[in-house]
């Protein structure tokens, strides 16, 4: 498996094609009707940074993107106020829409953790202090029993028909748990 940023068009849209199969097609959460080409997209993904997981064959396995404070109003500032915590908008990321393939989610974690360690990699190369999520309440779970410096930040909300919570991750302390589970030696293949 290979892990990528997104550095053309046409790789964001692989991206944007597996979202709309999970997003659309598999869970219902957003219309199909309101995509266009088989393509899940909105307004935040013009200034956004993507990542892909792909495998042996280059078919695209997984996908997220990062939103980054310092480009624009996260979606998730509506539920959390990371600056009471002394966080700066600038230097804060949110996580967003994370999909991987149905058959690739339930056979192992590499895709969660490869993509997670590729945006952990690109977000402290650039000094981000916090990433912000609204995970769903099974990736919640996950993210606390794989031991992620994750922390709730307000009440469990109901977003795109799913009940999530709101978290932040304090991005210095992601590596070392990351790599506690063997995600750096994803990148490094």
Same mark, same amino acid.
């Given at each position: 498996?290979?892990?990528?940023?997104?550095?053309?068009?046409?790789?964001?849209?692989?991206?944007?094609?597996?979202?709309?199969?999970?997003?659309?097609?598999?869970?219902?959460?957003?219309?199909?009707?309101?995509?266009?080409?088989?393509?899940?997209?909105?307004?935040?993904?013009?200034?956004?940074?993507?990542?892909?997981?792909?495998?042996?064959?280059?078919?695209?396995?997984?996908?997220? =993107? !990062?939103? &980054?404070?310092?480009?624009?109003?996260? *979606?998730?500032?509506? %539920? /959390?106020?990371?600056?009471?915590?002394?966080? #700066?908008?600038?230097?804060?990321?949110?996580?967003?829409?994370?999909?991987?393939?149905?058959?690739?989610?339930?056979?192992?974690?590499?895709?969660?953790?490869?993509?997670?360690?590729?945006?952990?990699?690109?977000?402290?190369?650039?000094?981000?202090?916090?990433?912000?999520?609204?995970?769903?309440?099974?990736?919640?779970?996950?993210?606390? =029993? !794989?031991? &992620?410096?994750?922390?709730?930040?307000? *009440?469990?909300?109901? %977003? /795109?028909?799913?009940?999530?919570?709101?978290? #932040?991750?304090?991005?210095?302390?992601?590596?070392?748990?990351?790599?506690?589970?063997?995600?750096?030696?994803?990148?490094?293949?």
């Amino acid at each position: 498996m290979r892990f990528i940023v997104c550095e053309t068009v046409d790789q964001v849209r692989l991206g944007q094609a597996l979202r709309y199969e999970v997003y659309c097609i598999e869970k219902g959460w957003i219309d199909p009707s309101t995509c266009d080409d088989g393509l899940e997209t909105d307004e935040y993904d013009r200034l956004a940074v993507h990542f892909l997981a792909l495998d042996d064959e280059g078919t695209p396995v997984g996908t997220s =993107r !990062l939103l &980054l404070g310092s480009r624009q109003i996260l *979606p998730a500032a509506k %539920y /959390l106020n990371l600056s009471s915590h002394g966080i #700066a908008p600038g230097n804060v990321a949110e996580v967003s829409r994370l999909a991987a393939h149905e058959t690739r989610r339930s056979q192992d974690l590499k895709v969660f953790l490869g993509l997670t360690k590729l945006m952990w990699v690109w977000g402290n190369e650039r000094s981000m202090e916090a990433c912000a999520a609204i995970a769903d309440v099974p990736l919640f779970g996950l993210l606390t =029993r !794989l031991g &992620l410096p994750v922390i709730s930040m307000a *009440p469990p909300i109901d %977003y /795109l028909g799913s009940k999530c919570i709101p978290v #932040a991750f304090d991005v210095p302390g992601m590596g070392p748990a990351l790599d506690r589970r063997g995600a750096g030696e994803l990148l490094a293949s």
